[in-house]
């Protein structure tokens, strides 16, 4: 059986933007993994391919070890269990004999109890989109196999369709919100505990410590508290914890991040190569970011690459304690009906010293931001340089280019063609709002 | 109406708070006339606004001195289709 994840069309994208503007969905985050590694190990499948936007395609197939765009892995008679079989170098499909099924990527993979096997079945959600399609090879071979969208929706024309109450997620900030409890199911599904690193003394382990897993590789230095008490405390590889820090569980901290005497209060999600000082609560970091030093940061999702500058700091509670609206477009406010939400940061942006962000705050991928100690605006364009409180082109995007290939460097990762060629995309989607933005900004300029 | 020479020199004045006469052709943005880089960002901005024209950043930001940026605008006005002033009322520092 090969499961296909299949990304979302744009507009539904755009829910989980700006993060979901340089990945498909299944890469984000939530808990210890991303909700791909999560439907993957729910089904219980090595053979998967992927279906992700045209534009990132090119750099997706560059880090995903498995077929991207690739139609010729919704024909039945050719497969590539675990990936392929390797062959002078490359992998290369061998004959399998199918089972297909196709799952939407925002399916909550906890919920997800369809069965690998069995009979051709479209799960469909309240407004009729497919949530799923279990096809077995024998139907496969009927359904036209050129293009995925087209064997979706001859899928779901030719094939039993059932109502499928399986929850999904349906915003970025979804994620957030779910992220403490998603962490303490996560650690109860690796069944891990114990310290297998180091751990110099004193430090103070707080609650029971079969809550806790410290990696081999780890280094905890003296004078760290790990508090357990209201949740689970995973700290995975070669992380190392400074001084000073304290972690309150639920939390999960990635391979190789650094906590630099962090206020790493619970519920937080910390990706890989990630530096973390300060205050952080109950948030998600993709991976390779830096929030070296001090300032808070709340209920947020933060890409990767991004460098959130010392005291930059945002607010996750309105001080009505009314629920936080978010822009994620630029012009229509959503209703999160939370009272509770911080900033949604993408990839590569840049805050500089002092950046007071408001409530429920977008900041679009590659924004640079050069703060002018004022709360900033709620959107951020992607691409903008924010600089005296105003949107502008500011140096372009070759200069924001630079600047990622200097930051990637720095972590011996490569800034590669096909990446870029994915940015320059991103720069085109994300142009009729950033232009509105840089008017508005030209026509404040003006009257100064 | 004024020229591309007196526009850049009325801009430029403004945005760095500068008497128009004390500009010169001759003079760097960044050395002689004090320029920041966020200055720097609105003065190619405001440059865009006075123009009605849309530079290329790398291009405009490396433009290094006044007398430049009058033959650069005057070089993209041409290309945009946009009618102005000559570039300059006398001679200026182009080579």
């Given at each position: 059986?090969?499961?296909?994840?299949?990304?979302s069309p744009?507009?539904v994208?755009?829910?989980?933007?700006?993060?979901a503007?340089?990945?498909?969905?299944?890469?984000?985050?939530?808990g210890?993994?991303?909700?791909?590694?999560k439907?993957?190990?729910?089904?219980g499948?090595?053979?998967?391919?992927?279906?992700?936007?045209?534009?990132?395609?090119?750099?997706?197939?560059?880090?995903?070890?498995?077929?991207?765009?690739?139609?010729s892995?919704?024909?039945p008679?050719?497969?590539?269990?675990?990936?392929?079989?390797?062959?002078?170098g490359?992998?290369?499909?061998?004959?399998?004999?199918?089972?297909l099924?196709?799952?939407?990527?925002?399916?909550?993979?906890?919920?997800?109890?369809v069965?690998?096997?069995?009979?051709?079945?479209?799960?469909?959600?309240?407004?009729?989109?497919?949530?799923?399609?279990r096809?077995?090879?024998?139907?496969v071979?009927?359904?036209?196999?050129?293009?995925v969208?087209?064997?979706?929706?001859a899928?779901?024309?030719?094939?039993?369709?059932?109502?499928?109450?399986?929850?999904?997620?349906?915003?970025?900030?979804d994620?957030?919100?779910?992220n403490?409890?998603?962490i303490?199911?996560d650690?109860?599904a690796?069944?891990?505990?114990?310290?297998?690193?180091?751990?110099?003394?004193?430090?103070?382990?707080?609650?029971?410590?079969?809550?806790?897993?410290?990696?081999?590789?780890?280094?905890?230095?003296?004078?760290?508290v790990?508090?357990?008490?209201?949740?689970?405390?995973y700290?995975?590889?070669?992380?190392?914890?400074?001084?000073?820090?304290?972690?309150?569980?639920?939390?999960?901290?990635?391979?190789?991040?650094?906590?630099?005497?962090?206020?790493?209060?619970?519920?937080?999600?910390?990706?890989?190569?990630c530096?973390?000082?300060?205050?952080?609560?109950?948030?998600?970091?993709?991976?390779?970011?830096?929030?070296y030093?001090?300032?808070?940061?709340?209920?947020?999702?933060i890409?990767?690459?991004?460098?959130?500058?010392?005291?930059?700091?945002?607010?996750?509670?309105?001080?009505d304690?009314?629920?936080?609206?978010?822009?994620l477009?630029?012009?229509?406010?959503?209703?999160?009906?939370?009272?509770?939400?911080?900033?949604?940061?993408?990839?590569h942006?840049?805050?500089?010293?002092?950046?007071?962000?408001?409530t429920?705050?977008?900041?679009?991928?590659?924004?640079?931001?050069?703060?002018?100690?004022?709360?900033?605006?709620?959107?951020?364009?992607?691409?903008?340089?924010?600089v005296?409180?105003?949107?502008t082109?500011?140096?372009?995007?070759?200069?924001?280019?630079?600047?990622?290939?200097?930051?990637?460097?720095?972590?011996?990762c490569?800034?590669?063609?096909?990446?870029?060629?994915m940015?320059?995309?991103?720069?085109?989607?994300?142009?009729?709002?950033?232009?509105e933005?840089?008017k508005?900004?030209?026509?404040?300029?003006?009257?100064? | 109406?004024?020229?591309?020479?007196?526009?850049?020199?009325a801009?430029?004045?403004?945005?760095?708070?500068?008497?128009?006469?004390q500009?010169?052709?001759?003079?760097?943005?960044?050395?002689?006339?004090g320029?920041?880089?966020?200055?720097?960002?609105?003065?190619?901005?405001?440059?865009?606004?006075?123009?009605?024209?849309?530079?290329?950043?790398?291009?405009?930001?490396?433009?290094?001195?006044?007398?430049?940026?009058?033959?650069?605008?005057?070089?993209?006005?041409?290309?945009?289709?946009?009618?102005?002033?000559?570039?300059?009322?006398?001679?200026?520092?182009?080579?």
């Amino acid at each position: 059986m090969r499961l296909i994840l299949v990304d979302s069309p744009e507009e539904v994208r755009g829910n989980f933007y700006p993060l979901a503007l340089s990945r498909p969905l299944w890469e984000l985050r939530c808990g210890f993994t991303s909700l791909g590694e999560k439907l993957i190990a729910r089904v219980g499948v090595g053979d998967v391919a992927y279906f992700v936007a045209d534009y990132m395609a090119d750099a997706y197939r560059a880090k995903a070890r498995r077929p991207v765009n690739d139609s010729s892995v919704l024909d039945p008679c050719f497969g590539f269990p675990q990936g392929g079989v390797p062959r002078r170098g490359k992998l290369v499909p061998v004959k399998t004999g199918n089972d297909l099924l196709i799952v939407d990527p925002r399916v909550k993979a906890d919920s997800f109890d369809v069965a690998a096997k069995g009979p051709s079945e479209v799960g469909l959600d309240e407004q009729g989109s497919v949530l799923y399609a279990r096809v077995a090879k024998d139907d496969v071979a009927k359904l036209p196999r050129d293009e995925v969208g087209e064997f979706i929706a001859a899928a779901k024309a030719k094939l039993p369709n059932v109502r499928s109450a399986v929850p999904t997620w349906r915003y970025i900030w979804d994620l957030v919100l779910a992220n403490a409890e998603q962490i303490t199911a996560d650690f109860a599904a690796a069944g891990r505990n114990g310290i297998e690193g180091t751990v110099e003394q004193p430090t103070a382990i707080r609650g029971n410590k079969k809550d806790i897993y410290i990696a081999p590789g780890v280094t905890v230095h003296p004078m760290v508290v790990i508090d357990a008490e209201d949740g689970p405390v995973y700290i995975d590889e070669d992380a190392e914890i400074h001084p000073f820090s304290r972690i309150e569980g639920p939390c999960y901290i990635g391979k190789k991040s650094v906590l630099l005497g962090a206020k790493c209060r619970k519920g937080n999600s910390i990706g890989p190569f990630c530096r973390i000082g300060g205050e952080v609560e109950e948030s998600i970091m993709q991976g390779y970011s830096n929030k070296y030093h001090g300032g808070f940061i709340g209920h947020a999702y933060i890409g990767e690459w991004v460098n959130v500058g010392a005291l930059t700091t945002n607010s996750d509670l309105k001080s009505d304690y009314s629920t936080v609206s978010v822009m994620l477009d630029g012009r229509r406010a959503i209703d999160t009906g939370s009272t509770k939400v911080g900033s949604l940061i993408g990839d590569h942006a840049k805050t500089s010293i002092g950046t007071l962000l408001n409530t429920g705050s977008y900041v679009g991928a590659m924004a640079l931001i050069m703060a002018t100690g004022k709360l900033l605006p709620k959107f951020i364009p992607s691409f903008a340089w924010f600089v005296e409180g105003i949107v502008t082109k500011g140096f372009g995007k070759g200069k924001l280019y630079e600047t990622a290939k200097m930051a990637m460097s720095r972590r011996n990762c490569q800034w590669t063609e096909v990446e870029q060629s994915m940015w320059d995309a991103v720069f085109k989607m994300t142009a009729p709002v950033r232009n509105e933005a840089i008017k508005k900004g030209r026509r404040a300029m003006l009257t100064r | 109406m004024a020229t591309i020479e007196e526009r850049v020199k009325a801009v430029t004045a403004r945005i760095l708070k500068l008497d128009p006469d004390q500009i010169k052709t001759e003079h760097s943005f960044t050395v002689d006339l004090g320029a920041e880089s966020v200055q720097s960002i609105e003065l190619v901005a405001m440059f865009e606004e006075e123009f009605g024209i849309e530079m290329d950043e790398d291009a405009a930001l490396s433009v290094e001195t006044v007398g430049k940026a009058v033959e650069f605008i005057a070089k993209v006005c041409r290309e945009q289709g946009v009618d102005v002033e000559p570039a300059t009322g006398g001679p200026n520092d182009s080579p």
